[in-house]
Nanobody, 124 residues
Framework: VQLQASGGGLVQSGGSLRLSCAAS????????LGWYRQAPGKQRGMVAT???????KYGDSVKGRFTISRDNTKNTVYLQMNSMKPEDTAVYYC???????????????????WGQGTEVTVSS
């Protein structure tokens, strides 16, 4: 199972970006998908998560500005980022906490899978 994040880049303050993260492999189900970010010199923190039932959580600093969504038919999670601020500058990582894959005759479980990260820079 792999997660591939994309959509990062350079944006001016007040601008928008949309991140995508696609899971690949013989995916049968994914529990919670989320976005996390790590700014230089800081610890990685939660931005937003969405579980298989659609329950969403946001970090306090992004509430009202960012929107997380998922397309289960594409095994993809999105992060729409609006009204961006310089403090949003970070490397953004996607995460899947629990993935079940289906093989020819059995199922396999995978835990805490991370994508490779996509860099977001917001200029002032």
């Amino acid at each position: 199972v792999q997660l591939q994040a994309s959509g990062g880049g350079l944006v001016q303050s007040g601008g928008s970006l949309r991140l995508s993260c696609a899971a690949s492999g013989r995916i049968f189900s994914i529990n919670t998908l989320g976005w996390y970010r790590q700014a230089p010199g800081k610890q990685r923190g939660m931005v937003a998560t969405i579980n298989s039932g659609g329950r969403i959580k946001y970090g306090d600093s992004v509430k009202g500005r960012f929107t997380i969504s998922r397309d289960n038919t594409k095994n993809t999670v999105y992060l729409q980022m609006n009204s961006m601020k310089p403090e949003d500058t970070a490397v953004y990582y996607c995460n899947a906490d629990y993935v079940v894959t289906r093989g020819a005759s059995s199922y396999s479980n995978y835990y805490d899978i991370w994508g490779q990260g996509t860099e977001v820079t917001v200029s002032s």
